[in-house]
C-alpha cells in the first residue's frame, strides 16, 4: 500500500512534556512533505493552537482540532464543523457551574472560563489545556452561563477541569440524565469534555480523506490517547506511540517508539522511506 497522507496527535505524540517538538520530528515531518505525503493534525486542542504546532512544522493546509468538531484551514471555508447548539449548550453549563469545576466554552477563535475561587487557582489555569493563550485567549467571567445567555454562540467545545473526584462523578451523573444532544468524553484524570454528537477524529479524518480524494486505506494515523483509538483503528495504518496506554497500543497495528525516543521520526523512518524505495 502507498500512504498519500498522515495524521499525527499533537500532545505526547509531537510535542513533549516540556511543549518542545525535537530536531528529529520536523525533519522526518519535513522529508514525507517533500515527497508529497499530506500532512495533518489531529487534536483536541482549539484550532488556533494547533495552527501554532502547524506553523513550526511547516504544516500548511486542513487541521482536524477540538476533538474532530471543526476541520479547516486559514485560506477556506471549513471542510467540517459541527457545534453543541446554544440551548444545551446553556443546561449543560447551567449543570457544571454548580459543581466546583473551571470551565471552558470554546469556539475557533476564543474561549470563556469561570474565574475560579480556589487557592490553587493558577495551577487550575494551568492544567484545562486550551493552549497558548497568545494564540487561542481566554476570556474570565464570574459565570460563564450567565455570559453565554447575554452573548451567545454554539461552542465546538464544553470543558470542565475539576478538582475533586467526587464532585467530577457527581457532575458525570447529573450530566449524563441530559446527555442527549452532546457527547461525553474523558481525556485525562480530572477532565470532563463535552463535543456534539457523532464528533470524533475518525469521522473528521475520514471527511479530509473524502475533500482530498484519499481513502483511509492510504492514510497512517499516529496517537498517544484514547481518544485516537477510533482513528487508528479506521486508517491503513494505525500506530500508536510507546508512551501510550496498553488500550492505545492494542487497537493499532503498529507500535513506535515513545516520545522521548523520537516515536514520530522513526516511524516515518520505518515506513514512509521503505515506501519511497518501494516507488522507485
Known amino acids: 500500500m502507498v500512504y498519500k497522507l498522515i495524521a499525527l496527535n499533537i500532545d505526547d505524540t509531537i510535542v513533549r512534556a516540556n511543549a518542545k517538538i525535537t530536531r528529529q520530528t520536523k525533519e522526518a515531518i519535513e522529508y514525507v512533505k517533500a515527497k508529497d505525503v499530506y500532512v495533518t493534525l489531529a487534536t483536541s486542542r482549539p484550532y488556533l493552537s494547533a495552527k501554532k504546532i502547524a506553523k513550526?512544522?511547516?504544516?500548511?493546509?486542513y487541521l482536524i482540532s477540538s476533538d474532530g468538531a471543526f476541520v479547516g484551514?486559514?485560506?477556506?471555508?471549513?471542510?467540517?464543523?459541527?457545534?453543541?447548539?446554544e440551548e444545551r449548550a446553556l443546561q449543560i453549563l447551567d449543570i457544571l457551574e454548580r459543581y466546583p469545576c473551571h470551565i471552558r466554552v470554546w469556539n475557533e477563535e476564543y474561549a470563556i472560563g469561570n474565574k475560579v475561587k480556589q487557592r490553587n487557582h493558577l495551577i487550575a489555569k494551568m492544567t484545562v489545556g486550551v493552549g497558548d493563550p497568545l494564540f487561542y485567549p481566554v476570556h474570565f467571567?464570574?459565570?460563564?452561563?450567565?455570559?453565554?445567555m447575554e452573548q451567545p454562540f454554539a461552542p465546538l467545545k464544553i470543558q470542565a477541569q475539576f478538582f475533586d473526584d467526587v464532585e467530577q462523578q457527581r457532575a458525570l451523573k447529573h450530566l449524563q440524565q441530559i446527555s442527549k444532544g452532546f457527547k461525553l468524553l474523558h481525556s485525562v484524570p480530572g477532565r470532563i469534555e463535552c463535543v456534539a454528537p457523532g464528533v470524533s477524529k475518525s469521522r473528521s479524518l475520514q471527511r479530509?480523506?473524502?475533500?482530498?480524494?484519499?481513502?483511509?486505506?492510504?492514510?497512517?494515523?499516529?496517537?498517544?490517547?484514547?481518544?485516537d483509538i477510533d482513528m487508528l483503528q479506521q486508517v491503513g495504518l494505525?500506530?500508536?506511540?510507546?508512551?501510550a496506554n496498553k488500550t492505545v497500543k492494542e487497537s493499532a497495528d503498529w507500535v513506535t517508539r515513545s516520545i522521548e525516543q523520537n516515536g514520530v521520526a522513526y516511524m516515518i523512518k520505518e515506513v514512509f522511506r521503505k515506501q519511497m524505495r518501494l516507488n522507485v
Not at 484551514?73 to 447548539?85: E, G, K
Not at 467571567?141 to 453565554?148: A, K
Request: aromatic share 6%; net charge negative.
Open 56 to 61: 513550526a512544522l511547516k504544516v500548511n493546509g
Open 73 to 85: 484551514s486559514d485560506d477556506s471555508v471549513p471542510v467540517f464543523v459541527r457545534r453543541i447548539f
Open 141 to 148: 467571567v464570574d459565570s460563564v452561563c450567565e455570559h453565554m
Open 208 to 227: 479530509l480523506g473524502d475533500h482530498l480524494q484519499i481513502s483511509s486505506e492510504e492514510m497512517v494515523a499516529i496517537g498517544s490517547e484514547e481518544y
Open 238 to 243: 494505525g500506530v500508536a506511540m510507546g508512551n
